[in-house]
């Protein structure tokens, strides 16, 4: 590769590395906007220590563990070192088609998304230390680890017919979706969710707020799907784009849809969480379909979203912005979708992709579940139910997101 | 051309595209915070279908529409033909300076455009169904005939001197302007904006989230105005940069100073509607102007709104955020202003600018019209006066914008 | 160089150009955020005009006093002329690795920084009128003639042991911070701030506005670092990503610390200050550091921008939004650090970032002083004690930032 295209490639990725980050403000922004002004500073403080908490974890052994190189790589687990040393020709297409520190900081503004995932479903009632303390072991090393096992070159990546996940609709979304579903069963719904005349809808506080995360989400996704062309190649990288625009945009007839029918109402909160959800359907075949798979896959998405939503207030896992139905029910949804159309549609993919899917699942249940449990056995995970009613902003923050105006929840 | 180059190219027109994207954030935060608070949701809402409404039908129809090529070409109206299908070498510079994949993207974000700017003017009182309906029909099919035109190669771009538009004051804002202008002249004020005692200003919700949006917007128009160079060539958007900056800074002082001398106050919403009538006023000829040449556009651009905003105001045409001020003036004024300023300045030039102006007027009035006078006469397009007065949010979609806040408006 | 590279140079400096941009809404967001309600309007009026200001008088005189070229360029002070007049060979290779507007562009959004770290600190009090007038005066003549003292070529660039400041730790962000600190010791603290019982908080009205704040800030700055670069060199631009990341993450955790063994709260404002001290600690050296000492300085950073806001409380400087303890604070440290670790790192280099940092001061304090003082014996800079209780807004502007919502401080 010429100097010229290697410049081209390093500064897509490096953009791309920048639309990454701004989506720790799109879940920042989604999460606090879905749940109670009582609780929006706790949210917030988590989600702005989190993308700090995936640098730092990411740089000290993240990088090493998700990319062993030749160093210590078996099929499941493999570590390349500690901390960031420079290979040789690091700046160099020696190194890949960008430099060394391009891909490590666009795979480590990728890493905090598991966490932030799981923030969403746990919100409302987790304790601060204890939620940090997952997110440190659950991006430092579970999320890397499931990594390693296809974009490191692991088992996953060498079965006879690869297991095929462009840009982590299992590989980032899952393994957030998994942790999530964990953690919102072992802490218990938030106190009146559900009650014995049934189901209470807990409204957020702030929908503006909402689809602000949202739709710098959708912006980010830009960066998360169209730098996982790992290049700036024309063709490969304008059709992610259109792949990723379509499949969102589809994803929001497909909620609104499915909720109008459902609920026979006009739900903005459906129809961000369904365009979300077909981002994220999208994401393991951003480069293998044409735009109308993407949008059936999309619309698909958007549709699950809503059943999803029913399905786990149905079996009381309390989730407050509706985090598992989107990435865990889109990831799957997604990561099949790649085995039913597309370039590598197929049978035998189909089964790879249940391989991929199946893996992750009793990986990052089996992780989330031992973290979890064992915080939940010895320092307790959930805040105390007086905490919990009065909001988590005054009693672990001692302040509130908006103290200047009178009633809030 | 090389493929670095193409490649180049490929790249910013993608960035573009994103930087478009997020201009319908821009859009919905700023009729979101302009508007009072019983409507948010109502109004978020639409300004999230919106983008999705004109990806999809764009891919459908609306690109086939805008650019026929040579398939049905005649000078009003053309047809590529249905969906997407690849043109042979596609993703090589044969086909253009980037991808088609990329020239889709990038002429899709623009599409929703149009409806979002009718989306102001008629907030706070228009159905929803409707609405959509308008949407989808003037975004898929009136804003794809006006746009082959001239970007299409129609009549306007055939004329002997070519009317010229270099990012759409015309053919995005004022399409979008002659809508707004008749949905709100259709759908009458909203309930005590106009009474025996003279005009009475009804006070938008939340002046950060206008702010954010028009921030957002001007952010946006770099790529607006920077990708409509359509190739990365260096002079060229360094140029487009400097005249959307100056124009933006200059409109904010025109609107500053005409809201002063007229109502001896320091109006925000004048100010932050003055940087977006600098804006659309640079469009049509930010390739054409110096630096100083913008700023005396786009000081103009924010005298006129202020003096726009008055006159609609007279003629009880209720505009909840000024969007006919400052896309259907302003996109005239700038419109015009190619005539009498920059390279192409001569009275030839006018005339042309003359027609195309007058052309767009005569379809877009005449079309919006057909659609929403249609709509009221069967559907009819105005909400029930109590659902009104109670708000949007509550009556169509069953929620509020932010519950846990006591007294909303 | 050819054609390909100096393409792509230009291109990345238009995008860092708009990340910039963007800052101005972070600082907006931020300092409405941490301020209080009644206020808000006359906040975001302020920081949408700055960069207005920024970009207009930059334009007039700004960029010639900062580049002087051979036109009339001193040690101290140069001027190149007025205006914008286009160089030679202005969109070629022959001006500089990218093109003459790109140049003009990019160092004019850093311009109208400098007044926006004024405005947080002289926040709630200030009177409309002189901070413009301060702005205008600041950011067109000061700031310029400190800019070319170093990046002009001036006396600090000539040093035996030149002075290095790479995008701006003295030369953008302590220039604000001396302006902050002048302007808020001669206004005085705000009513109530400090009284007999001892200093009384005044928490700020929407934390939410504040985390957006921040976030935007920390995603414009890889366009302020990472564009600081001058091209798109694969290795700067890349280390550069990874070093304002890194440092900006161990700043939240330095900011952590110091306010948990301080206050024994979690305190999510120190931590959003704490990242931005990281990020301003590593702006002087961000191109000469590894993650490790990036790390070091963000963390130290964060550290002293919790001592930054104790101090000045403890001197009864009033400073909302902490920006003289991020800015100032942090822009020395940075500065210092410069000569403490990385590739330049020893006694002489120590020796020249003393003198750059007590040459800006004397001349950021004295220019300050002269402005501040002026303006306060003749049009007086503070509003009066009743305007000041019953917020700016009403009292200057006529409006409300939220008139759907009841109370409001």
Request: one cysteine or more; charged letters at 10%; aromatic letters at 14%.
């Amino acid at each position: 590769m010429n100097q010229e295209i290697f410049t081209i490639n390093n500064l897509w990725i490096l953009v791309a590395t920048i639309l990454v980050f701004i989506m720790h403000l799109g879940f920042a922004s989604l999460e606090a906007g879905l749940t109670r002004s009582k609780n929006t500073v706790n949210i917030l403080f988590k989600n702005t220590l989190i993308p700090a908490i995936g640098l730092l974890t990411y740089a000290f052994i993240g990088f090493n563990l998700m990319y062993p190189g030749d160093a210590f790589a078996g099929m499941f687990i493999g570590l390349g070192g500690i901390g960031l040393s420079l290979p040789e020709g690091w700046n160099t297409s020696e190194y890949a088609d960008f430099t060394f520190y391009t891909d490590f900081i666009f795979q480590a503004m990728f890493a905090a998304t598991a966490a932030t995932i799981v923030s969403g479903a746990v919100a409302e009632r987790i304790k601060l230390g204890p939620f940090l303390t997952f997110s440190i072991l659950y991006v430092g090393i579970c999320y890397p680890i499931v990594g390693m096992w296809k974009w490191g070159g692991g088992f996953l990546d060498t079965l006879e017919t690869p297991f095929y996940d462009f840009a982590g609709s299992t590989i980032v979304h899952s393994v957030g979706g998994w942790g999530a579903l964990v953690g919102a069963y072992l802490l218990g719904p938030r106190i009146g969710k559900y009650t014995e005349k049934g189901m209470k809808a807990i409204p957020g506080h702030s929908i503006p707020m909402a689809t602000i995360g949202v739709f710098l989400l959708w912006f980010g996704w830009f960066g998360f799907n169209g730098g996982s062309v790992l290049s700036a190649d024309p063709g490969e990288v304008s059709l992610v784009f259109v792949t990723t625009a379509i499949a969102g945009a589809a994803g929001a007839f497909g909620a609104l849809l499915a909720s109008y029918l459902k609920f026979k109402t006009y739900d903005i909160t459906m129809v961000l969480n369904g365009i979300l959800a077909g981002l994220v359907g999208i994401t393991a075949g951003a480069d293998l379909m044409g735009p109308g798979e993407a949008a059936i896959i999309g619309f698909v998405g958007g549709i699950l979203v809503v059943l999803g939503v029913v399905f786990f207030d149905k079996l009381k896992i309390d989730d407050p912005v509706g985090a598992i139905a989107v990435h865990l029910v889109g990831g799957i949804w997604g990561t099949l979708a790649v085995g039913l159309f597309g370039d590598l549609a197929g049978g035998a993919q189909v089964l790879s992709q249940l391989i991929g899917i199946g893996a992750t699942a009793a990986f990052c249940f089996g992780t989330s579940w031992l973290i979890f449990f064992s915080l939940k056995r010895t320092i307790g995970i959930r805040v105390p139910a007086a905490e919990e009613i009065e909001g988590l902003d005054i009693n672990e923050h001692g302040m509130h997101a908006y103290p200047d105006f009178a009633k809030q929840g």
